[in-house]
């Protein structure tokens, strides 16, 4: 496959540091009650179509910030069971059980599934074995932090927990000067199908999808609506297309 090819060279690296980081991580609490949850083999009807359970891995979000009709949205997803909501505190969490063990699972579907992977990851952490057991004691003198940076993992899920799936990233900068190109960079450097480039002052009115054909500038309606639901009504079309080329 063309796309396992050109991940080769950054997943040699990346392979490395993500068997570190798992190995040292410490061991993941709710691993079989999660994989019971996801039922991903198990489908149920939405709509009259089968469709497999919809993973919400993204970061707690305060509800002041989002509008009313999305909260509705998630809340009915939620109690319909279309929504599993798995809950995290740490990046060890997020990594292993929200990254690897969901996309491990959701192999099967193949490019039937999608990943939306909105969550602003920390870029360092503090290892496991580096934290301290007991209360720093301020008496010990100044205190120094090293951390260790966070390994990339867009191109293992892309490589080897879900080669066929269809991905989509997220990149934000201050400087519009230099969102584009960094956009550009992960489209190519992890072979995302698709990256969201978000400017922090506007990303509330527009966004710009960037993929390997085009840079569509998406917009909100209003100013009473958001901005996510343009932007996955032209995910779907592009994540349908994606499937039917790859079943032609």
Known sequence: M??????????????????????SAPVLKDADNTLLNLDIQSSFSIGGGPASHIVD??????FSNVSSSLVVQVYKAVSGGYLLKLPFTTIFEYLQQMLR?????MKILGPNAMFYLAAAVSDFYVPWESMAVHKI??????LDMRLAQVPKMLAILRKEWAPTAFCVSFKL???????????DTALKRYQMHAVVA???????????LVTRSAKVSVYR???QSDVESPLIKLLVEKHSTYIMDTKA
């Open 2 to 23: 063309d796309v396992v090819k050109n991940l080769d060279a950054v997943d040699e690296a990346s392979s490395f540091q993500a068997k570190s980081f798992f190995d």
């Open 137 to 142: 004691q301020s008496a010990s003198g100044p």
């Open 173 to 183: 900068e201050t400087d519009k000067e230099i969102l584009l190109e960094k956009a």
């Open 101 to 105: 063990l969901i996309a491990t699972s």
């Open 57 to 62: 891995h993204f970061q707690m979000i305060h």
């Open 198 to 208: 978000n400017e922090l002052s506007t990303r509330k009115e527009v966004v710009v």
């Open 221 to 223: 309606e209003n100013n």
